[in-house]
């Protein structure tokens, strides 16, 4: 297994845009999640999956974002209407159960001009 | 609230300069503690998880301990090859269904 992966690794986009994110995790684990860090921070949970089910969302997800996990397997994070202060690292984890360690993709940078 | 804090936040050593990062936490009941390197623009590199106060992790240089309110992380005789970002992060038993709470980091460089 070549572990998580991210596409793409970077993205700049225009504020008003939407953007699309794609993560893929480890084969055989049934958690995903989805994290946000910025500069001298440490990565902010977003929201996580079980499977094919979203189970919970953090606050700092507002309306504009929504993810999705059809199958069970790759995962999409969407930004509609993208704002300056959407530009971060966005971080997809995957991990075999509750408790178990995430293991992390590359991440995809967006910059929001 | 189920917090990190993790101190410092720089630490510069010279080569084979010995030290350790503290990790402290306050929870209202830990599943596990997960120590994580990151390079710049990378995501996070998993290197140890600890899941009871007495438990300690090697990996090289790298050993991680765990008491009821802190961990730390001791870097013994390191190479500049260690310069990373060290983060710290805990689960609970709690609301949170497995997400990981991180700390700020501590940015470790090692010169030659």
Not at chain 1, 7 to 12: A, F, G, L, Q, S
Not at chain 1, 88 to 108: H, I, K, N, V
Not at chain 2, 10 to 18: F, K, W
Request: net charge neutral; glycine share 8%; hydrophobic share 25%.
């Amino acid at each position: 297994d070549t572990g998580v992966s991210q596409n793409p690794r970077h993205k700049i986009t225009k504020r008003g845009q939407n953007v699309t994110f794609r993560c893929d995790p480890i084969s055989e684990h049934n958690r995903l999640y989805w994290y946000r860090q910025t500069l001298g921070q440490g990565p902010e949970f977003l929201t996580y999956f079980q499977n094919e089910a979203q189970l919970e969302k953090s606050r700092l997800l507002s309306d504009r974002f929504s993810a999705e996990r059809p199958k069970g397997s790759f995962s999409t994070l969407e930004i509609q209407r993208t704002e300056q202060g959407d530009s971060a690292m966005y971080l997809c984890a995957s991990s075999w159960d509750r408790g178990y360690e995430q293991y992390f993709g590359p991440g995809t940078r967006l910059t929001v001009t | 609230e189920d917090q990190v804090t993790q101190s410092p936040e720089a630490l510069r050593l010279q080569e084979g300069e010995s030290s350790s990062l503290n990790c402290s936490y306050t929870v209202s009941g830990l599943r596990g503690l997960f120590w994580y390197r990151q390079d710049p623009g990378k995501g996070p590199e998993f290197l140890f998880t600890l899941y009871s106060a007495g438990e300690e992790k090697e990996k090289e240089r790298l050993k991680a301990t765990l008491t009821k309110k802190e961990s730390f992380l001791h870097i013994t005789a390191p190479k500049p090859e260690d310069s990373a970002t060290y983060l710290c992060a805990l689960t609970n038993y709690g609301g949170s269904q497995g997400n990981l709470i991180f700390g700020k980091g501590t940015k470790l460089s090692v010169k030659p």
